[in-house]
Every structure is written in C-alpha cells, then in structure tokens.
C-alpha cells in the first residue's frame, strides 16, 4: 500500500504506566484503523472519514498505545501491516460487522427501520446475468427489506461477505461449491465461458475452434487481474498445464473490448483476445466485423474446443443472515433467467 503521509516513528507503543487508568479502546478506533488499512494512505482515509489526517494519526497512535504494540510499518514505500495489525484488522471487521447487524435489529425492534440486504454486483459481470439477478431480487424482496446495490470486484474466497462486509454477492465460482470457506451458502446460476477473438487468418479461425495447445502458444490479451481477479488465477493455472510459463498479457491501455481487439489485430505476432465468462459454455460463435483501416481488421470469435475454461455464476451469501433474508435469495436465485446464446452481453 502506497502511503501518501509518512510517520517515523518506528518504536513500539509504550504500554500504559502500572497503576494508571485503563485504557479503553472505543469503536471509533477500531472504524479508523479498518479505514486506514482499506485506503492505503492516511490521506485517503482521512478523506473518506470526513476528518483531518492529524486526528487519523493521533487515534492511530492511540490505538497502538491501547495494544502495547506497533499496528503499522510506515515506511516511504507505503504503510504495511505488523502480524498485530493483521490480527486486528480480523477482529475489527467481525466486531464493527456485529455492531452494525445488532443495531439494525435493535432499531427494527423498535419499528425505526427496515432489514438491509447489502448486494455486490461485481462490474464485470455480463449485463444479461446482471440485469436478471438485480430484477429478481428487486422484485421479490419484501416491502420490509432494503436492498443497498454495492458494485465492487468479488475474489475467489468472496472475503467481502465472508468478512461480513456485505450480505450476498453475484459473482464467479471457480472451484467447486466445497470449497468455499464456512459461513457461506451457494446457489449456482450456470456454466459460463470467455469468447475467444483471433485474427481472421489464423488456421484456427477457419475451424470456429481453438485447442488449449494452440491458445496457449500465442500472446493472449485479458483484461486486468483486478477485474476478476479468482477467475483471471483459475485460468491462467490451466493454460500452465499446457504450458508452464504462460502468462496473460494485460491490455497496453484502458480496457475495452475493441481497443483490445485493435491491438491484437495489429499486434507483431499472433495475439488473441480473451474475454470473461460472457457467454453460456457451448454457445455459438461468429464473426465480429471492425471499421477497416490501415491498422484495424477483421477479428474472428471462436470457442475453445472442449471447454475446458468455465466459471460457475453464482449467488453467494452468509448463512449467519436471517432466516426470511435468506429465503429471498433462494426465491431470486431459482427465479433467475440464464442467458441463452442470443443474450451475449460484449463484455467491456
């Protein structure tokens, strides 16, 4: 983590004097040391605290005070967490995540407010499955329930939900359902797979197919890891069956399917395009024709013989959720349209 404010200070936190008055950790600290660790910089999480970037310091010092021990390696190469802070960090999420939940059912005992259902839709999502899950859990949930829509990248171990960060997430299975690490529960939505783009004289752009083997040899854009990043890992492990030294190339500018396209089409050797999973596993292919230019040609879609790079789309949640919650999910989960052929979402 890049730090944009640096503190010298490198000595251990003195424990409080024998004798002298305990010293009590407030929610407040655990808030801005949760803030600090996800911005990276005291400057970003001041900001998004609403606070001046000396008080952020001065309860981070506090807190540390509080401990007996350095929560933080300030270095000029950025803040990184001590093996404390780590084990903090854990704490202060599962204790402002209860915090949080308890109010809520305290304030809806008293009739002041409604149940939250935090969602997280990832940005990279196909906009057919995206549009479904968001109509189904739109339209089935009770007058009672307020929906808060998150759009925020899913890892393979869906930590935001895990962590009790959100509620439920809309995101891509890469391993089987076993897998995932308790407290969650999972309903799969389908197989997806990526669209394969080659440059149209390639011999495999002829046979609407591509082998593994032969992928694996070419230079292959994907978007960055950021994006997808459980899905990104899973792939590239299966082209490192093939070929142990594969590695995706990440696009030379801003993302986009048909600035990635550009670039493979007049790229020095051969370059394909990988996309997401966009596309229900088996689907038919075509052609995708470019504006001809001098550097922009045809770019042919093809699928991967055998599928053998899939995601499952799934529905993901705490199984600490309330019972009714819970209930809404699986009603939106099972009510889900899966998008056929003729729904292909262009990826971005």
Known sequence: ????????????????????????????HLRYFVALSDAGSFTRAAERMFIAQPTLSQQIRRLEEIVGAPLLHRRRDGLRLTEAGAVLLEVSRAVLSLVDREMN?????????????????????????AVGAVSALNS??????????????????????REHRADVGLGWLTAGPEALPSPLEIMGLGEFEP????????????????????????????????????????????LRTVDPRFEFSDPPLRHSLQMDLAFAATADRPTAVLTGPCVIAGSRRGLIGLPRSPVIHEMVRVGIEQ??????????????????????LFDAAESIPAPGPAQRAEPR
């Open 195 to 238: 669209d394969v783009w080659l440059p149209s004289g390639h011999a495999a752009a002829r046979r609407d197919t591509i082998s593994l083997a032969e992928l694996a040899r070419m230079d292959v854009i994907h978007g960055p890891r950021r994006a997808e990043p459980g899905t990104y890992d899973a792939w590239t492990q299966v």
């Open 140 to 161: 089935g949930t009770a007058a009672d329930v307020e929906i808060t829509w998150i759009e925020s990248p899913l890892d393979a171990e869906f930590s935001l939900i």
């Open 307 to 328: 599928h053998p790079l899939t995601a499952t789309a799934a529905l993901v949640w705490n199984e600490e959720l309330p019972r009714p919650l819970q209930q809404i």
């Open 105 to 129: 059912r305290t304030r809806q005992a008293a009739g002041l407010g409604r149940q939250r259902l935090r969602v997280v839709v990832p940005p990279e999502l196909p906009d057919a499955l």
């Open 1 to 28: 983590m890049k730090a944009a404010h640096v503190d010298r200070q490198t000595e251990p936190a003195k424990p409080p004097e024998p004798g002298g008055a305990p010293l009590a950790v407030e929610l407040r």
